[in-house]
């Protein structure tokens, strides 16, 4: 049952093998993709990204919804954020929970957003994702948006005060990331997808979901704190990352807690919390409805 849950860790605990020189985070990549990855799966939004200036000249990187659409499935959202500037991607993913037979629960993935800047000088445009999120409250329910601690203080206010949303900055621990890892194995994950041109195209240009496939299959784990990370992070832009690896197991924590809180008679402070939240997410998205339509942004242009 170790061997099953945690290979790495229970060779080096109970195994006496010692380190190898890497240390894969996924000890089992045949295993882990035939159980994580939903090939049927298909992204419930689509993306497009557009570069525009401010007053200044400044050069920004954006993005938007790519349709109109009208959502109504029931679903509660949650979304992880990680607030890449200009070096690192600015990523989010989006999942939904969804309970089964036997009481376990499913994190189902709906879309992913890779934000990387391509010039020198360029950033990401922060208030895109401002506006992106207030769109999204009017065709679906959000129940709460988690932010690495990477300067989200003032967007986070935002969120809260201009959507009513439970929005806060959170970090990952090592045993998130273990969880993530065991529940992939075990069938309670069902992720996007990679496209088929990601096969041939460098880490920086994939798709999210394409740099999130590459991303996990690539973190290291270190023997002796159970970190999770890539060594190669920082040296190369939109190479040896691990921004939409993050969000990806961070929602997954998300979704997983939500579950755990869906009996009424729980009382424990948490779980009012997560049923707060999900009533918010519900009276939003009656107060809002409609069907959004895509803004027309002045310098803007798609690729």
């Known amino acids: 049952d170790r061997l099953a849950k945690d290979y790495v860790g229970t060779m080096r605990n109970f195994g006496a093998r010692p380190p190898d020189a890497a240390n894969p985070f996924i000890d089992r ?3 882990w993709v035939k159980s994580a990855i939903d090939p049927t799966l298909e992204p419930l939004m689509e993306f497009e990204y557009y570069e525009l200036a401010d007053k200044t ?3 920004y990187v954006a993005v938007r919804p790519a349709q109109t659409l009208l959502i109504r499935d029931g679903h509660t959202r949650y979304l992880a954020v990680d607030a890449g500037r200009n070096f690192d991607a600015f990523t989010v993913a989006c999942a939904h929970p969804e309970e089964q037979e036997d009481g376990s629960v499913v994190t189902t993935y709906d879309w992913m957003i890779r934000i990387l800047t391509r ?6 445009y922060f208030e895109c994702i401002y506006e992106l999120i207030g769109e999204l409250t009017k065709v679906m329910k959000i129940a709460r948006i988690e932010f690495d601690q990477w300067q989200s ?8 005060n201009d959507y009513g949303l439970s929005a806060e900055e959170t970090s990952m621990k090592p045993e998130h990331f273990l969880r993530f890892l065991r529940d ?3 069938g309670k994950v069902r992720m996007l997808p990679a496209l088929e041109e990601d096969s041939v195209l460098d880490a920086p240009y994939k798709s999210a979901q394409g740099a999130t496939i590459y991303e996990l299959l690539h973190l290291e784990r270190d023997p002796k704190n159970d970190k999770v990370y890539n060594p190669g992070k920082g040296k190369v832009k939109g190479h040896h990352s691990d921004d939409c690896a993050r969000v990806v197991m961070h929602v997954h924590r998300l979704c997983q807690d939500q579950g755990y809180t869906e009996n009424q008679d729980d009382n424990s402070k948490r779980a009012k919390r997560k049923r707060a ?3 918010m997410a519900q ?5 809002g409805g409609g069907i959004f339509r895509m803004p027309k942004t002045p310098g803007g242009r798609g690729w």
């Open 119 to 124: 010039k020198a000088g360029q950033e990401v």
């Open 184 to 186: 992939s194995y075990s």
């Open 153 to 160: 203080t003032h967007l986070i206010q935002r969120i809260r």
């Open 277 to 279: 939240e999900v009533g």
């Open 283 to 287: 009276w939003a998205a009656e107060k």
């Open 29 to 31: 990549p045949q295993d």
């Open 57 to 59: 000249g400044r050069q």
